[in-house]
Each structure stands twice: as C-alpha cells, then as structure tokens.
C-alpha cells in the first residue's frame, strides 16, 4: 500500500489563505511607517524652512508643521501635539495614531510617538 506524501489540498488552501492575510497586512501597514518616517523627515527640514524661528508661538508652529503636512498629503491628528515652549527655543511632543481597514470592518491601529527638541 502507498502512503500519501506532500501536502492535501485543504493544506494548501490554509497556507494560500495564511500567506494571502500576510500580504494584506504588510500592505496595510507599510504605508503608516511610510508616513511616519516623512514626518521624521518633515520635521528634519522645518529649522531650514524662512517661516521659522525659534522665538515664533506655539500655534504659529502648528500652523506651519499643518500645512507641510496637508503639502506631502500626509493625514493626522494634531489634537495631541503639545509644544512646550523654553528659554532656548521648543520641544514638540506628539502622539498620533494610524489608523486603516485590513479587511471588512477590522481595522489596524499604529500608534506613534515623536518627540523633537528646536533648540539653539
């Protein structure tokens, strides 16, 4: 009598199932990180940008960081932003989440944090 070797069918429909939510869920989430790392970057370039000073409010900074955000098409929340203004310039520190569909009404969350000294 011969014995079955290799995988059933059954098993490789779970394994093209297993690999299909796999791919799903790095499409999904490699546009966050994307996004994140064009934050770092945003805020990188900001002390170069000739709107900048180290002395300007709080809410004229925010304003500056939403409009190169809204320019790189780059959605999130600046409700958590918090600007702690010093003698030598600011820090920011920011929260955000990420949020996107995986599949139906299931949805994946990224939560990040950035913090960012303007100083002399």
């Not at 791919?23 to 970057?41: C, E, F, H």
């Not at 190169?68 to 932003?81: G, P, V």
């Amino acid at each position: 009598m011969r014995r079955q070797r290799g995988l059933s069918i059954v098993s490789i429909l779970v394994v093209l199932f297993v690999g299909i939510l796999l791919v799903k869920g790095a499409i999904t989430l490699i546009p966050m990180y994307w996004d994140n790392k064009l934050i770092g970057t945003i805020l990188e370039s900001v002390p170069k940008d000739r709107e900048f000073s180290l002395d300007m409010r709080p809410k004229d900074f925010q304003r500056l960081l939403e409009a190169r955000l809204q320019d790189n098409n780059i959605k999130a929340s600046l409700d958590d932003l918090k600007i702690r203004k010093g003698n030598q310039g600011f820090t920011l520190d920011w929260t955000y989440e990420a949020r996107d569909t995986y599949l139906g009404n299931i949805d994946m969350v990224v939560r990040f944090q950035v913090q960012k000294d303007f100083t002399q």
